[in-house]
């Protein structure tokens, strides 16, 4: 594993090095879209992006923001992207989805980007924060006194703070099932991927007349596992 230093913006380490001595032609980046431009850029210069080393995305970066010298390099590039499959049989909280438009409009309207531009990992991000909500909301109901259950263990050291009641907190959150806005929502002990309604999208760098961008060119859904080619997967030459 490499590990890119967020401290100094760099690699820890030799990229070149550590990528030319190693057998390894295929580099998943896990990473936020902020550190994957440094990153791939970075590559770049090292000329470790292209017909030897396939790059594999985790998050969506601008192509066009790189220079069309290194255009050629990146067409082999990959993204792998959770995405919330609308046209499927999968089934969200419309309700639910609706109230937290509006709510967003009302309080935020500047933020707010209009229903169609809201990023999926929003939606992620929301079903988690939701399912702490539906959780805390049981566990205090179940109490004499709701103040209790919100009690925290004291520490000068902010992130020694814990609730007292964390354990029954997070079997209460293992019990939790509720229909959110990105698909059904469920936990497992043993599972720490989504349990069902699991929807990705590939994507390869292209060019175009718009210049570089990532088409989609497969799709994989579960539980019923299907493979969907939607485009031509263009690749390094």
């Known amino acids: 594993m490499i590990e ?4 100094i913006f760099n690699i820890r380490g030799d990229l070149q090095r550590l990528l030319t001595k190693s057998a390894t032609r295929i580099i998943v980046l896990w990473a936020e879209s902020i550190y994957t431009s440094l990153i791939v850029q970075y590559a770049l210069d090292q000329n470790l992006v292209g017909p030897y080393f396939t790059w594999i995305l985790s998050s969506r970066i601008s192509l066009n923001s790189f220079n069309e ?3 050629q390099n990146l067409i082999e590039m990959l993204l792998i992207e959770p995405l919330i499959d609308s046209t499927a049989s999968q089934s969200i909280n419309t309700t ?4 937290a438009y509006r709510i967003w409009q009302q309080y935020e309207p500047k933020s707010f980007p209009g229903s169609m531009n809201i990023n999926h990992y929003g939606l992620f991000a929301f079903d988690a924060t939701w399912s702490l909500i539906q959780s805390l909301q049981q566990l205090c109901s179940s109490k004499t006194n709701s103040i209790l259950c ?3 263990v004291e520490s000068s050291f902010c992130f020694d703070h814990r609730l ?3 354990k029954l ?3 209460t959150v293992s019990a939790t099932e509720f ?3 990105s698909s059904s929502i469920q936990f497992s002990v043993h599972i720490t991927d989504q349990i069902k309604d699991s929807y ?8 175009s007349s718009n210049g570089l961008s990532f088409v989609p060119i497969l799709e994989h859904s579960e539980p019923n596992i299907h493979f969907k080619i939607e485009e031509q997967w263009v690749f390094f030459e």
């Not at 639910?96 to 109230?99: F, G, K, P, S």
């Not at 990705?200 to 060019?207: E, P, R, V």
């Open 69 to 71: 010298i290194y255009h």
């Open 164 to 166: 007292v009641q964390l």
């Open 169 to 171: 907190l997070l079997d």
């Open 200 to 207: 990705y999208s590939i994507k390869n760098a292209q060019l």
């Open 179 to 181: 229909l959110g806005v």
């Open 96 to 99: 639910l989805l609706n109230a």
């Open 150 to 152: 919100l009690l925290f």
């Open 4 to 7: 890119f230093d967020i401290d």
